[in-house]
């Protein structure tokens, strides 16, 4: 096996079917292997604006050159169907306490929304409202279902997962109107869900966290403007796409051959925006939104990530605001390693540090 994997290709552009190509010689077995075997297979050192990538992401990104077309070279309803598989892989099914599906009314209609209760769980709990990521066209309630299960079981917290709509059959601002739907209703509805309504914190992942972002921006002007007063009492911003204006050094350093393409932000942003859109509008780029009251956040980045530049001049922007902010960079992993729950070490010991912050947050 060792061999097998060693004399694989150099890193590949896309990981949309990484785990499918490490099937026959298991996928989570192989990441068990002693780290000197997996630094071997994974083969020379990749260096990039001086940092070095994780071993294990070097070898997750060489095996998946292996089998099948990067997602965003298939049809979007495929794709769906890649991430969503490759996901719930390199996350596993994690114990936890309850998981519960409920609809909700919704402004484009039904809305689901799944539950995550960790074990030993009594009384009014802190909670986290989480929106996944997948450019606003992939992802739904199974892609993140792992890390989910993760961040409740280890921060103690209930998580409300948000089902939003996908883009192209609903595109801007359906996600924004649905992320701030389930937002009001979880707010409104704590009592009765054994949530500790001045303990709930937004979050999410890349495009989840776009939209995290942009409801603790709304959050924050509605109380402002004499609206309802509770807002979220903290942030958790994973790897977030904040600026759909400009295009900084990362998204070019890093936009092939590690995970999150160039040509996976295309294929996005034309199908998420119309055409005509402002792409100023805070809705789309939170970084051009006023910041002014937003809750305290954690923003995590990835080193080897093209939206590593945005993430972390939001966190500053937040900062520069009076906003209590932790910055993380995760320096040697890439965009995605929050799904990877299940996957080797250094992953899992990122998604750590996260519920670590959450629980901080929340306490």
């Not at 061999?3 to 190509?21: F, I, K, N």
């Not at 937003?294 to 900062?319: H, I, Q």
């Not at 996957?343 to 990122?350: H, K, L, Q, T, V």
């Amino acid at each position: 096996m060792v061999r097998y994997l060693a004399d694989m290709a150099t890193p590949g552009p896309s990981l949309g079917t990484v785990l499918g190509a490490v099937r026959g010689v298991s996928a989570r077995g192989v990441m068990r292997l002693p780290a000197r075997v997996l630094k071997a297979a994974a083969g020379a050192p990749v260096v990039r604006d001086g940092k070095q990538l994780d071993h294990e992401m070097q070898l997750l990104l060489k095996l998946a050159r292996i089998e099948g077309p990067a997602v965003e070279d298939v049809s979007v309803t495929r794709g769906r169907k890649i991430l969503r598989a490759s996901s719930q892989l390199a996350g596993g099914t994690l114990p936890i306490g309850a998981v519960t599906d409920r609809f909700i009314d919704g402004p484009g209609g039904r809305l689901g929304l799944r539950f995550y209760t960790p074990r030993d769980l009594s009384g009014a709990s802190p909670a986290l409202v989480f929106y996944h990521g997948g450019g606003w066209i992939y992802g739904d309630l199974e892609s993140h279902d792992a890390l989910c299960r993760y961040l409740a079981e280890a921060a103690q917290v209930r998580v409300v997962a948000v089902d939003y709509r996908l883009a192209p059959e609903a595109q801007f601002p359906a996600a924004v109107d649905d992320a701030w739907a389930a937002w009001e209703w979880v707010r409104d509805s704590a009592a009765g869900l054994g949530i500790d309504p001045t303990r709930i914190a937004v979050g999410g992942d890349s495009a989840g966290g776009n939209l995290a972002a942009v409801v603790a921006q709304q959050a924050a002007r509605e109380a402002r403007d004499g609206g309802a007063a509770q807002q979220p009492a903290f942030q958790l911003l994973i790897y977030p796409a904040t600026d759909f204006a400009e295009r900084r050094p990362s998204r070019h350093t890093f936009g092939e051959g590690f995970y999150l393409t160039t040509g996976f932000m295309d294929k996005a942003e034309e199908n998420y925006l119309v055409g005509d859109e402002d792409r100023a509008d805070p809705r789309l780029s939170p970084i051009r939104g006023d910041v002014t009251g937003v809750p305290p956040a954690y923003v995590v980045t990835a080193g080897f990530d093209p939206l590593l530049d945005e993430g972390a001049e939001y966190a500053e922007l937040m900062r520069a605001a009076g906003v209590r902010v932790e910055y993380q960079c995760e320096e040697s992993l890439i965009h995605g390693f929050a799904n990877m729950a299940s996957f080797g070490r250094s992953a899992p010991a990122a998604i750590r540090r996260l519920a670590a912050a959450l629980q901080r947050g929340l306490s």
